[in-house]
């Protein structure tokens, strides 16, 4: 069985390659790709593999966007760290996938269930995948947060944030003031709640809102510098893998 890669997380593709060979020895993994550009280029000059492991978040978009460049024959299993209403959605249109992190059974299941296929499963794809992205659109946004406070509570409004920060596996509100509070979701979960129109994730430490945001500038190796409102002294950064889609969120 020859298998393709599409992972953007190094630990995550290493444990699966392992878990592959692990399964299956006279596999032969392909290429392990992270990013929606390199996985069309790979896909329109190589031949068809017997089957695709494929991420759905990568670092230059999601990976639903590679089945507008390319035509994709091969049986696809998605792995994937969604919500349960997308999880569902896979489920009532049969579409493998496996949810992070990855078991070895799980994996050995959706191995044999693939070499089981021999059928072309393009039109399939094509039909399940529409499933899949309805529900991620459609998705609950998160709007508000509530946070411990003394021996109270009080609600922080998403929208009033002017970016999230991670530091030290501590996630925290920014907010125009100078405060900031503690909030229990990781930087992950942040991206898949927060409202992707008004939240943008510059790299693995910033969620920034649009609002917030008040120059951008050219920085070395193609990436980009941020300033912020009411942060005179802050800056970050965006990766190269993402000043495209960071650049098509602006300019929306």
């Known amino acids: 069985m020859n298998i393709l890669i599409i992972e953007d997380e190094h630990p995550n593709a290493e444990r699966l390659k392992r878990l592959v060979l692990a399964i299956k020895p006279q596999a032969v993994i392909l ?8 996985s069309v280029e790979w896909l329109k000059s190589n031949p068809v593999p017997d089957l695709i492991l494929m991420d759905i978040r990568l670092a230059d978009g999601i990976s639903f966007e ?5 035509e994709v024959k091969s049986p696809i299993v998605f ?17 493998d996938y496996l949810l992070k992190p990855i078991e070895e059974e ?10 089981r296929r021999t059928e072309d499963v393009s039109a399939i794809i094509t039909d399940r995948l529409q499933g899949v992205i309805d529900a991620l659109e459609n998705k609950k946004i998160r709007t508000r947060f509530l946070i411990p406070h003394k021996d109270s509570y009080k609600i922080l409004a998403a929208n ?4 999230f920060h991670s530091e030290h596996k501590i996630t925290y509100a920014h907010l125009p003031s100078g405060w ?3 909030v229990p979701q990781n930087m992950g979960e942040l991206e898949e709640q927060l409202d992707p129109t008004l939240f943008f994730r510059l790299n693995r430490q910033y969620i920034v809102n649009i609002n917030a945001i008040n120059k951008v500038y050219n920085h070395f190796n ?3 510098k941020v300033s912020f409102h009411h942060y005179p002294l802050l800056e970050a950064f965006v990766s190269r893998e993402r000043v495209p889609l960071f650049k098509a969120w602006l300019d929306q």
């Open 222 to 224: 193609s990436k980009l």
């Open 180 to 182: 900031n509070e503690v």
């Open 31 to 38: 290429d392990v790709l992270d990013t929606v550009s390199s």
């Open 160 to 163: 009033d944030v002017s970016f």
């Open 66 to 70: 590679i089945f507008n460049h390319v």
């Open 79 to 95: 792995t994937t760290a969604y919500d349960e209403y997308a999880v569902r959605a896979f489920k009532f249109n049969s579409v």
């Open 106 to 115: 799980e994996l050995r299941t959706a191995l044999e269930k693939t070499g």
